[in-house]
């Protein structure tokens, strides 16, 4: 093998723990080994980023990888770290959601090459569909004890809380159909480790025992940290809900401004993480964002790599230029070179006022900009006052009381941007 695989992970802080005699299982010869990929909505997030990382460097260890999108294990519901059931889907939401996936997981994992460890995508649908529930409890089912699936910890939270809601069968048989999933791996694929978060030890070596029941045979478990946020707020949560993969989730924007708004602490955990670079890059750029942590030289490369890998290089410079206009470097064309999606993103929440495209047409005065059409200062005088001093400009731009906006000043053909200063940002909207 090209690289110990256990090792990287645990200098990268990726390992929480592993069955004893996997590291050495994976150093005897190129292995299979598979993750699991809740297939509820069409794009990934940023939570699933970890077991997405951990099969690319099993891939670059020389191992072969497999993603397993759990169509049939989604229409159940996972109980491990949940307080209740979740909503089932249907077939053609489960196939459109695994196509959209499998275009994401393409990004980090190579699934067209001729190599010997090319990557691979399934379906557990495809192995259940047909399975009986006769068949299923007889070749299954028999070989767990409910005392051992008692014993899990995802059972036993659930079990034991407060909520009246209880857990169902159909959430209790959940670890016996994912245990069935490593089984047929395991004879189908000769896959012989599974990957997952920590909440998921559980159902995983719930297939290990069903292997050594069924098979006689010797399969392995390995798990990574629960990815947590120095402050204790959740990873990958904003105000607006999940950091999705997807650019018409989570704007490419948003995306860089996510990882580059991280603190020191989290941005020193998430560089070994969530790029690639080795450890003798990270160890001499952590040194250098010590020496001058206020350059945020860790949250730039951070952001850097994450949205170039998720994204493109196209859309990470256009992020970087977005962010720009924001914090005031940027001139007049840059805002223009802005589509209106990343425009809106940039700057949410800033004051705003419509006005009709007419009025801008045929010509709007800076008195009207800034305070008489649109009250954004108090008082015709306080605007007057502002351009005297010269501190008003629109798009980026200076300018005097004589100043008229025509719709050679719109963004996108609607929108201008007045700022009063450093701090004040305005938004006329031609409507």
Known sequence: MSKNFVEELTWRGMLHDAMPGTDEHLMEAMRSAYVGIDPTADSLHIGHLVGVMMLRHFQLCGHKPYALIGGATGMIGDPSGKSAERNLLDEETLRHNQNCLKEQLSRFLDFNSEAENTAVLVNNYDWMKDF??????????????????MAKDSVKKRLSSESSVGMSFTEFTYQLVQGYDFLYLYREHDCTLQMGGSDQWGNITTGTELIRRKESGKAFALTCPLITKADGTKFGKTEGGNVWLDAERTSPYKF????????????????????????????ALVEKHQEAPHLRELQRKLAEEVTIMVHSEEEYQNAVKASEVLFGKSTADDLKKLNEKTFLDVFEGVPQAEIEKSEILNGLDMIGALSARTNFLNSNGEARRALKENSVSVNKEKVKEDYTITEEDLINGKYVIINKGKKNTYIIRAV
């Open 132 to 149: 009986s529930f006769l068949e299923f409890i007889r070749d299954v089912g028999k070989h767990i004890t409910v005392n051992y699936m």
């Open 256 to 283: 860089y401004q996510y990882w580059l708004n991280t603190s020191d602490a989290d941005a020193e955990k998430y560089i070994k993480i969530f790029t690639f670079l080795n450890k003798e890059e990270i160890e």
